[in-house]
């Protein structure tokens, strides 16, 4: 199971100025515990439906896959934010590193998988002159469907599959979308399109565990099932355990604490993993749209949230750390780090007498990545930057499934510590309205 260490966030290390002493960590757990029970309360009466996705029956995803995904060549999404970014750290995380250019066999004939998340004519363009249409699947993901840049790919998509395969077109088509509402649904009912649904009440950024990461997941061979099984691991987890040791609750009080009483208004989520890097870009969104807010949930303006940033280990390193560490003591750092890399690899036993490379002769790679994550961890704290590491046992799709519940559910808590809606985004419907407007939709 996941495990945290907060040690780093404490006064007796990173100091009285920017650390926490444990007597105020622990009364400040203690004072907002009753939003542990608040949240299940509000789960209890159907209001938090993320919570329970991981419960879901996802035979006809699965079957789908089974049935469908080997006779393409490429799986494309189509979706953006929420419907796009989970799906990415899913792929990323549990596929291997270099998916798409792996042959057929290698893939276990698995389609190759594409991500359109931007209206970017070039890019756009090059990927349809990449794939042959004919051997592609496309997957529509829009909850609204409203937005004008998923519509307007799966405009372009359409049109194409139409007229190389005419009626044929339905075969290579899954919409996921709202279960009643939007034009996509109609057409899913009208024309009879193979389709899933985004369940009500579930916000594109807590949608991961729904069709809109699973059925992407499945159709390149994740087992979706292991993935909602450690989700569900950590539900239960967080469901009994007491307050104080609730990671979500105790690291979503850590997160709030430091933005709202040390003045680090910045969160840096940095896994030391390349596997792991698009969590943090999902994370980016999750925490971003959930808390940034411009009223509480009274209506008073309190433009409140702290800003989400991501790095890599150990790639930032040789970027980031550097204001990390010596600029404004501004940020609080969560590493994220694998117990366990899925490979091991040694490096090669030369130039033992050179001292500037001798040293590593015959280490591994997973030594040399553990030791930069802990240099960088002791560099922090030392300079009295507090930092906490969330320990995966490894990367799976039980331990994956279980990161994203448990990040999921601390934002939850958050939205409860800042007082805000933690599952609206107004500021994005805002520039939405704007632009559908702009393209000259009647509003
Ligand atoms: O988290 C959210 O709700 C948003 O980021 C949405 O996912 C994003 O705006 C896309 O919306 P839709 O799925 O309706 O196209």
Same mark, same amino acid.
């Given at each position: 199971m996941i495990t945290i260490n907060f040690n780093n966030v404490l006064s007796g290390r990173v100091g009285q100025k920017h650390g926490l002493t444990r007597s105020k960590l622990n009364q400040v757990i203690k004072k907002h515990a009753h939003i542990c029970r608040q949240i299940q309360k509000e789960r209890q009466v159907g209001q938090l439906p993320f919570m329970d996705l991981p419960y879901q029956s996802v035979n006809a995803i699965w079957k789908l896959a089974r049935q469908k995904a080997r006779r393409y060549e490429n799986f494309v999404l189509l979706g953006i934010g929420g419907s796009a970014l989970g799906p990415i750290a899913l792929h990323r995380s549990l596929n291997h590193p270099f998916h798409n250019v792996l042959d057929r066999r290698q893939r276990k004939n698995w389609p190759r998988l594409f991500i359109l998340d931007n209206v970017d004519p070039e890019e756009i363009n090059a990927l349809f002159k990449l794939i042959d249409p004919k051997k592609t699947i496309f997957n529509v993901i829009t909850k609204s469907g409203t937005t004008a840049e998923p519509v307007s790919c799966f405009m372009l998509a359409l049109s194409i599959l139409k007229r190389k395969l005419g009626a044929r077109y339905k075969n290579n088509l899954i919409v996921t979308t709202d279960p009643k509402k939007g034009f996509l649904r109609r057409m899913v009912e009208q024309e009879k399109l193979v389709s899933f649904e985004v369940p009500p009440g579930v916000g594109g950024r807590y949608s991961v565990l729904s069709p809109v990461g699973l059925v992407p997941a499945a159709f390149t061979g994740i087992d979706i099932k292991k993935v909602l099984a450690g989700a569900a691991k950590m539900d239960r987890l967080c469901q009994r355990a007491k307050p104080g040791k609730n990671p979500a609750y105790v690291s979503s009080v850590i997160n709030f604490l430091f933005d709202?009483? %040390? /003045? %680090? /208004?910045m969160l840096v989520m940095m896994p030391y993993s390349s596997a792991l890097k698009d969590m943090a870009d999902w994370f980016r969104q999750l925490w971003a749209e959930s808390l940034g807010k411009k009223y509480n949930v009274k209506g008073r303006k309190v433009f409140t949230g702290s800003t989400p940033l991501k790095a890599l280990g150990v790639t930032d390193q040789h970027s980031q750390v550097q204001l990390y560490n010596e600029g404004p003591n501004d940020k609080l750092i969560v590493f994220i780090e694998p117990g366990k890399y899925r490979t091991k690899l040694t490096i090669p036993s030369l130039f033992k007498n050179v001292p500037e490379a001798g040293f590593l002769a015959g280490k591994t790679f997973n030594q040399l990545i553990r030791a930069e994550k802990k240099g960088t961890e002791i560099a922090l704290t030392d300079n009295q930057r507090p930092n906490y590491t969330i320990k995966l046992p490894n990367i799976s799709p039980e331990s994956v499934g279980a990161l994203f519940y448990f990040l999921e559910l601390q934002t939850a808590y958050a939205g409860k510590l800042y007082n805000v809606n933690a599952f609206d985004q107004p500021g994005v419907e805002a520039g939405k309205i704007a632009t559908l407007k702009l393209m000259g939709k009647k509003m």
């Open positions: 709202h009483k %040390k /003045n %680090k /208004n």
